[in-house]
């Protein structure tokens, strides 16, 4: 049966020119001439935005002998023709781009680059705000390939202090530098973003815990870093304004070994046991905490809902997760909240995507998983690390060093005691020097 939407080969005409894609042309039998690329997206104006980052010196790449539209259609269809024509051309210009990769910095056109970097900034800027989190999905994403990579700054500067909190809801990790504090900028963001925060996310159990979901999957953690535009000076004022803030988001996901980078912040949390307790941590560099991606990371629009307010927020997405042991993430469970309970799930449910759009920046063309695999450290790299930590507990091995001194002094005296004191008295020697050397070791440790 033929259908509104058939086309028969004797119906078909070819277009006069190639620009002439979106512009449509006259057939034979139409009542209406197609509409124009203006007429068919005039109703959405982010669709059109969607088109423009697509890129129309693509067009060519669209076969229009693919694009079928009926050849008898009446007053009743216009709109539905309309409707049928924008997704179509959707569907082919999102072909096209996906399987357009420059093989060179010499063949991406500036022009067009910050083009498409407006386009991209427009969107996310008219859509309207929607609760956080949400899943993400590769194969449902808007990849832009034009774009400068991000640049980290300041990442590799040790900080003067550097804090850990447990809020009562989560475990907050702070620093203070004599100098610039860290910020992020280019790629789609404009203006600096510094360093406020990072924090942690997790469940009950390794099953849970990501307050993103990937491909519809949760893992047991998530970390947060959270950044404020340095024109609004500190975060509570970046909080009010719709791009003051932004959060990298990193998945934690399970792996044998311990976690060397990880281990200062783990080690802190014994002291750290009750809510709004706070203990110094050695400081370190941003650099070993994170992984500095400068491409091929999801961006959308989000928010933060508080109890009297909502906070707008652009979450940044990397598909590289950070790896840590089992011992690791469950450390963070045995923290108590502001009734003295374990924190045992302090993630926020998944949200529907809504009509936001997610863009995917600079893909690789690695694309069988949203997720990537944690990068695996070569011999260098984990030399420097175990250097690094310790020269990190180098403290903690003098001290230990004292006690033992302290051990084989004790038992010396008790030895020489010994021929001069009774049984009883002997005892009771022995039993306070005990008691003393087991505070000594309680405050050590």
Known sequence: MRTDLDVGAGDRREPTRSDEILMGYQRKNFKFQVPSEDEAFQHDGKSKHLLQILGKSHCDMVNLQKCHISCQLDDRNHSSALLQLKFTFHNAFSSSIMSFHPTSAESIDDHQTIDNLKNVCEVLESEELHESPIDINISKVIPVDLAPPLSWVNYDSPPKKMKITNTGHTVILSAKWGQERPYITSGVLSGKYVFSQ????????DMEGSEHTIDGRQFPGELHVV????????QEAALKERDGVVILVYILNLQDPPNPNLQPIVDAL?????????????PTELLYLMTQFEADYFIYRGSVCTSDCVHPIMWMITRVPIGISPDQMDSLRFLLDNEDELIRRNFRPVQPISKRHIFHILPSTSKYSTL?????QDIGEKITQIYRIQLLYSKEVDERRKLMKAQKQLAVECLFKRAKLSNKDFLSSTESAVSSLSKYTDFIF
């Open 227 to 234: 950044l404020f535009k340095s024109c609004y000076l500190t």
């Open 198 to 205: 990072l924090h942690l996310h997790w469940g009950a159990n």
């Open 372 to 376: 990537l695999p944690a990068p695996v």
């Open 270 to 282: 014994p002291a750290i046991a009750k809510a709004h307790t706070s203990a110094k941590v050695p």
